[in-house]
Structure formats: structure tokens, C-alpha cells
């Protein structure tokens, strides 16, 4: 998809030779991936990633406290005008937010499409739940996402499983929920027992660089 290779083949330029660069998942990360110059040191977010990273010839570090990524490159399921971001459509959030978290510099990478004017306009909010009394997390989870529903694998039989063995609650945000309700909203989902992480990612893009459809890059930066 052109926007896709148009974000991907901006995000490359930014990263520089000797830097360790932190990957997050989907399909704008992995176009990304496959650009690198093979032996790029890397931070891989998924086992999905690590496949197309392996592919391409990169060297896989693990995040093991000794040293802190340069920059992390990953894509948005959506993207506000404040670079605040709703991920986890692709199951990977919680490493994704570990591996943003340990980078200096966060940059997104994505098509030009996934801005909106409200974060969750058009894409449910993920949720990570420990599997243990899961159907009681949701439970406690209705007064601030009433419609939480457990994700199911592509089969549609089983419970879909986050790498690290989690379930995942997918929940429509309501309509009337602004930027600082959002902040809000991302606080309490921590403090509920047995939610592991969210896919709110707000106050962490330092830049997004989305691609359009005829080629172009758009460049959104913070402030």
C-alpha cells in the first residue's frame, strides 16, 4: 500500500548507523523492518515482528536493563491531533508500550488514514486482562467501559492470547470523552485489578509520520 511504504521509507531516514531501534507490530512496523540495513540492532514488541526481523537480517537484542533504545519506531490504530494514540488492534500492546518506555525518542508510523478527530471515533479501546476471573474484571470494568467484549482468535472458538499469555477486552470509548477525559479514563484502567495495560498511549509520540496515498509523508510533531 503506497501510504504504508510512504511512512515506512520516512521512518528509515530517521534511523542513523550504531543506533538500537525499538520495534513495535503490524503491518506499517514491519514495512519498516524490511527496509532496515540488515545488522541493524533491534528491540522486537512481538513474535511477529521478530519473524519479519529475523527475515530481514537484523540483530535481535533482548531489553535487558543495560541499555536504553535510541529510538522506537510503531504504528497507531488511531492517531489524534495531539499525538495521542488507541494501539493494540494487533494483540502486542503491553510490549509495545515497554519498548516505547525504554527508548528516548518515539516516533509512529502509519497511514494517513488512521488520524481522527477523537481517539476512538472508529476503533474500540483494547484492554489487558489476566485470564483469572476475567468475566469479573469486565465486570469491574463497566462503569467506565460498559461494553467491554473478550476478543476472540482468528478461529472465533477460542479466546484470543496476547504473546505473554493474556486475554484482551475490546470496548467502544464513549462519545463524550475529550482529551482530558482520555487522561483520566487511562489512570483508573491501571487501577483495576486484573487489567494488565490498555491501549491508551497518550503523552508518548514525540512525532508521527503518516503516509498518503499518492505518496506523500505528513509530519505531525509534538507541541
Do not use: Q
Amino acid at each position: 500500500m503506497e501510504a504504508r511504504e510512504a511512512a515506512a521509507a520516512a521512518a528509515v531516514e530517521l534511523a542513523e548507523p550504531g543506533m538500537t531501534i525499538g520495534l513495535g507490530s503490524g503491518r506499517a512496523v514491519w514495512a519498516v523492518t524490511r527496509r532496515l540495513p540488515a545488522g541493524t540492532r533491534a528491540v522486537v514488541a512481538s513474535e511477529l515482528t521478530r519473524e519479519v526481523a529475523v527475515e530481514a537480517g537484523l540483530e535481535i537484542l533482548a531489553l535487558d536493563g543495560s541499555f536504553e533504545l535510541d529510538l522506537a519506531l510503531d504504528g497507531a490504530d488511531e492517531i489524534d491531533g495531539w499525538l495521542g494514540l488507541i494501539k493494540g488492534g494487533g494483540g502486542a500492546l503491553l510490549r509495545e508500550k515497554i519498548v516505547i518506555s525504554a527508548a528516548r525518542r518515539f516516533v509512529v508510523v502509519a497511514e494517513a488514514s488512521k488520524k481522527v478527530e477523537r481517539l476512538g471515533h472508529g476503533f474500540p479501546l483494547p484492554v489487558e486482562v489476566v485470564r483469572f476471573a476475567w468475566k469479573d474484571t469486565r465486570r469491574r470494568l463497566s462503569s467506565l467501559l460498559p461494553e467491554a467484549k473478550l476478543r476472540l482468535a482468528l478461529d472465533r472458538t477460542e479466546p484470543y492470547l496476547t504473546d505473554e499469555g493474556h486475554y484482551i477486552l475490546d470496548a467502544p470509548i464513549p462519545p463524550s470523552t475529550d482529551p482530558a477525559g482520555l487522561a483520566e479514563l487511562a489512570t483508573h484502567l491501571r487501577e483495576v485489578p486484573g487489567v494488565v495495560d490498555h491501549g491508551l498511549f497518550l503523552d508518548m509520540a514525540d512525532m508521527a509520520l503518516l503516509g498518503h496515498p499518492d505518496g506523500s509523508v505528513e509530519r505531525l510533531k509534538r507541541g
